[in-house]
C-alpha cells in the first residue's frame, strides 16, 4: 500500500494523491443510484506526463485505473468498480489554441464546459462549442468518452462527431495522437486519415484523451427561445421534421412532462432562435411559425406556447426535485425522430408503475438523423425503496430500448451487457481484440464494457 502511495507521490507531488478515507470517500459515489465503489488511491495530474507516469507505473504493477472528468455520467461509468486508482482529470485544464479563422479549440481533455464557455466568451465571442445540458463542471473529455451530444446537436451532430484531433495515453504507457495533429501538422482535420475509432465512445476503457480539438461554430449575438405545444405525440415527428427542412434553428428538444401541471400530457417542442439581428430573429420566426407551422395552428392541434424567453439548457436535473431528497438518474438513448410517441407512451407507462413522476425528453441530432431520447427517475437519497424503485425503472428502460431496436447511450453496466448480447458476433470479437490489444492487462476502467 504505502509503497503505491509514495510511487504516486513522487509523481505528482503530496498535495495530489490521497488514500485518506474521507477524500476517497467522494470519489465512491456518483449522483445516481450505483452503489458505492471505493478507490484505493486518488491522484490529480497537472501534465500529460503525469498521467503518463500514472499510466506506465499502473500498467507494470497490473492496478485498475479509472479516469475521472466531471463525474456527472450518473450511470457509474466513473466508479472504480474493480478498486485501484481513480486519475482525476480536472487539473489539465488549459486552452491551448484557438484558430479563430478555422473555428476550432485545442484544450486539455480535463477542461470543464463551463470553462470553455467562459474562455470563448471572453476571448472569441463569435465563437461557440456545443455545450451538453449537463452541470458544467462536465469535462470535455469525459463528454466525448460517452458520445454526448450538446446545444448545437441540430444541425451538427454528436460532440463526438466534431472533433478535429485527439492525443490520447494508451493503457500501456504511449502517447499517441489522432488527426492532421499526428502528422504535425495542426489541429485542424481528423480527415482524411485513416480512422483508427478507438477511444470516442469507449467510457475510458481503451485509453486517456488528455487533449483534444474541438470544432466551433458561429455564437450569433441574439439568442432566444420559443416553444410550440402539441397534446397529440403523434405529431411531434412531422413537426421536428417540417422543422429541421428549414434548417433555422440552433437546438430542437421535444419534452413531456408530470410536473410541472403546464407540461402534463402535453408535448412542448423547444425552438432555439438565433441570430445576428433582430431582423434575422423575424425573418426566421415568419418563416417557421406564419408558413410552416401555421398548418398545426390553423387546425386546432398546436399553437405556439412562449416566444422569446432566454435560452435555458433542458433542465432534466429539475426532475430531481420530483421527489424529496435530490436524486435522479436518466436513461438516454439513441432512436430515430420517429419513435418519439413510443418513447413517450411506454416511459410515462414505466414511471407510473414506479410511482415516479415522469419526464421524457428527445433531443434532435443532426437534420432529424436520430434523436437523444432521455427518462429521467428522480429517487430521495434517504430513502431506499425509492431507489429500488428508480433501479428497476432504469433497467426496465434500458430493456425496452432494446426492444425497440434502439441503442442505450452512455449505458450503466446492466445496459451494456444488454446490448453486448444483442451485438453482431464479428462485431463482439473484434471489440474484444481492440481492447486486448491495447489493454493486455486489462487496467482501464475495468468492470465496463467487459467482453469476456
Ligand atoms: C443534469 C444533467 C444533464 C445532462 N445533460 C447532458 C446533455 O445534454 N448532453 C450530454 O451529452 N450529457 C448530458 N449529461 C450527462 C453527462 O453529465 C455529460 O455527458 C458529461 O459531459 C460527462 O462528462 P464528465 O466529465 O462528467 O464525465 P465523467 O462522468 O467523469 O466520465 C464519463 C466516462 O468517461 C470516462 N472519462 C472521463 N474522462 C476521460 C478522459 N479524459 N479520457 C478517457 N475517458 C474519460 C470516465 O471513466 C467515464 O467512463 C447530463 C448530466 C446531468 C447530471
Known sequence: MSSIYHALVDMVGEDYVSNQPEELFTYSKDLGTSEPKWPEYVVVPNTTEEVQKIVLFANQEKIPIVPLGGGMSLAGLALPLKGGITIDMKRLDQVIEVNEKGRYMVVEAGISQGKVTAYLHKHHPNLMHSEPGAPPAATIGGNLAI??????????????????????????????????????????????????????????????????????????????????????????????????????????????????????????????????????????????????????????????????????????????DWKKGGGFEYVGSIMPVSAYPECYRRGAEISSRHQIPYTILGRVIGCSHGMMFSWSYAFNRADPETVRHASEALQETDELVMEMGGTIWKPAVFGQKLILEKMDNTTVQLMKKVKNLLDPNGIMNPGNWELD
Not at 220 to 225: A, C, P, Q, S, T
Not at 246 to 268: C, F, N, Q, T, V
Not at 289 to 311: E, F, M, N
Open 147 to 320: 458520445h454526448g451530444q450538446g446545444d448545437l446537436a441540430h444541425p451538427y451532430g454528436f460532440n463526438s462527431d466534431m472533433v478535429n484531433g485527439l492525443e490520447v495515453i494508451l493503457p500501456t504507457g504511449e502517447i499517441a495522437r489522432f488527426g492532421s495533429c499526428a502528422v504535425g501538422s495542426g489541429w485542424f482535420t481528423m480527415h482524411p486519415l485513416p480512422d483508427l475509432g478507438l477511444f470516442l465512445g469507449w467510457g475510458g476503457t481503451t485509453g486517456i484523451i488528455t487533449k483534444v480539438s474541438l470544432r466551433l461554430f458561429p455564437f450569433k449575438k441574439f439568442r432566444e427561445m420559443d416553444q410550440f405545444v402539441v397534446e397529440d405525440e403523434e405529431l411531434v415527428p412531422e413537426i421536428l421534421y417540417d422543422l429541421t427542412h428549414l434548417g433555422l434553428s440552433e437546438d430542437l428538444i421535444a419534452m413531456s412532462s408530470e410536473i410541472p401541471p403546464l407540461y402534463d400530457r402535453l408535448h412542448h417542442i423547444t425552438i432555439n432562435v438565433t441570430g445576428d439581428s433582430k431582423e434575422e430573429l423575424e425573418f426566421k420566426r415568419h418563416i417557421s411559425y406564419d408558413l410552416t407551422l401555421s398548418k398545426y395552428i390553423r387546425s386546432g392541434v398546436g399553437g405556439i406556447a412562449s416566444v422569446s424567453q432566454d435560452i435555458q439548457r433542458p433542465q432534466i436535473s429539475k426532475s430531481a
